[in-house]
């Protein structure tokens, strides 16, 4: 997280699940920021999970900071989801540039034509 408390690509947080009602907090990764209309206030990001589900993706060294050596977490790029600053509970970490990068990659394959 920068100086400015302001979220960027590649930091991760808890916030909660706009997918399931009175769930607590889940981890997310931030796909975009500064180029949303409304930078500061608001970030695309993408769901973390301990689930190793399929096309799932291992977050594994791309860690910068933040990660629980204990569990293994993987990014669902499918999992997509606007989320406000000021429903950040808690900053949590980073994760490199290059994975947001192919996050951001994958996610834009399920927008794609059919």
């Not at 900053?91 to 951001?104: K, L, R, W």
Request: hydrophobic share 35%; proline share 9%.
């Amino acid at each position: 997280m920068t100086d400015t408390n302001r979220f960027q690509k590649g930091d991760v947080f808890w916030a909660p699940d706009p997918f399931r009602r009175g769930s607590n907090p889940r981890l997310w990764v931030v796909l975009a920021a500064d180029s949303l209309p409304y930078p500061g206030e608001e970030y695309l990001c993408a769901a973390l999970t301990t689930s190793n589900l399929p096309r799932n993706f291992e977050v594994g060294a791309d860690w910068v900071s933040g990660n629980d050596p204990t569990k293994t977490s993987y990014c669902s790029p499918w999992v997509v989801a606007t989320i406000k600053h000021d429903a950040v509970v808690n900053p949590q970490g980073q994760v490199t540039e290059s994975f947001a990068d192919e996050m951001i990659a994958e996610c834009k394959q399920y927008l794609g034509p059919q």
